[in-house]
DNA sequence: ACATGAATATGAAAATAATTCATGTTATTT
DNA sequence: AAATAACATGAATTATTTTCATATTCATGT
């Protein structure tokens, strides 16, 4: 009759399970909202396709041969673990669930960073977050392939589809030097200034340090010297001990500047500002759990950075 | 397009599955001998019913969203255990692995249905087995109704359908008496016999007494008292204190018969035979695991009882 | 045993659902 | 910027599941 076909289904499991909860074909026909015919079809079906009787006719109520009784058995087992997947999907379409896991370029940006995810992951539970560090490879493509879900950046690729980049505020890089430089007694600097200075970075591509991308660089100007260093707190300590100038976003020098060692003068007249944007796939820009971090993130950076301008919605 | 049904199958699992092992539609769609089009179909229905993406499209190779790892870490968890089931099932179907709960009727039975079963597990370790008295309940129904899968008994109920009754021996009953005892004075003992003793039984059904159901009342001959006790050693027992007599299997008597105390009789000038059978369901007759048992019931009671005469096959 | 009611089985038709085919799009590579 | 490989899509096809109508089987009471 049934050629061949036949592999085993949910709905087989669901079958089972319900012959074996009420007892009989007919109930559990009513049960799934099908006829009793379409159970009996199904478990002749099966009963040819494993070359084995799953219950025993001549008596009711109906009870399960073993054969049967082992599919009840996995039905038992396996049912559940599926309706807990189905209800995790709903909830993740609903938003009320996912996965966030960020990548920042911005080494500076931990400051708010972290206290944004703590908050956050008080009000989404139901959120896995994870945090990696950008430096040493490329975010943005990593976001497209859905390796992550966030990155916070500063240089937004147009090229890449499918990527919404949401400006978060604007902020001003100054120049970080000693109090007693002597590049500290001008109100701003121009780019010939640091011609002479040593220049301590992050160790990342010149093209995503501001500093040189839209400052020194147009102007054709090489500082005498660069070094790099990977922790902010490491760069301060530089400055404060006289061996260079480093270009920080304003809010990254708060917590140093009124130790009276350091001072910070903007960079080109009206200063070097710069925007962050948090970089999300097109489709889930509108997930409730996506908003809620950007909403979260503006929150704490306005309330928390001095020097910002928020941006965006 | 479809307008509602989708139900997760294992089907979408095994499709998920593929997807991530391979990276790709095409190659998981080779892998489960389909076209790339079904794969890229059922994905798109899935992603329907769920609302949410399942893998991020922008990008190859493939990479499933956090919505399509969990069905794929889902399929990775329930397809084994579906594997499983159904390499028992056929195993099952080829009779290799059973279910064979026993049930007994007859109180002496152990003597030689332990010592199959010992040997019996050693050969077929497939196979779950499980032994149960039916003193207090009639196995023949539960057989029936698929809840014992063999019962041993000596008195088939021929209106039961889809019960075949194996012959395994035909055994004597003998009486059972003190040494002294004026009836061990005769070679044989005719019912009238028994009607000045006090008969020990087992605490069943007179119907199912062959001394009773075949001897004495055929013959409207009552014993003096009857007693009962459930244990052959105490029947015995009470046999050698001279408290009455009782009708026994000739083996069952063997261990106790050369203590010298006891002395057994047969019971008319024929003696009492009585076959015993073992009822299975028609179905499961031809399933080796139960021939083999069936086989092996008749070698260790051939080897091990004494007086009976082997029947069947 | 025989009738009766309830439950399961069955075949054919209808309804659904899954798959393929042919082709269009989109991504990656050279 | 082609070229190529991979995925998406709509229509047609094929396969499967379900229903409908009805037959058979089982359980029970007389």
Redesign the interface.
Known sequence: MFDFPM?????HLRTLQAIRATGSLAAAAARLHVTQSALSHQIKALEQR????L??R??RPL?????GG??AD?AE??LP??AV??Q???D??LGRQ??LHIAIECHSCFQWLLPTMDRYREDWPGVEMDLSLGFSFHPLPAL????IDLVVTSDPDPDL??IHYEPLFRHEVLLAMHIGSPLARKAWLAPQDLAAATLITYPVCRSRLDVFARFLEPAGVEPAAVRTSELTVMIIQLVVSRRGVAALPSWALDEYRDQGQLIARPLGRGGLWSPLYAAV?E?SREAPFIEAFLGLARAVTAERLSGIEPLGA
């Open positions: 592999y085993l289904e949910l709905r494993f070359d084995t009787a219950f025993f001549q008596s009870r399960l041969s073993p054969a082992l599919l996995l087992r396996l673990e599926v997947v189905e995790r999907l709903a993740m379409a996912g996965r497209v392939r859905g390796e589809r499918g796939r489709a």
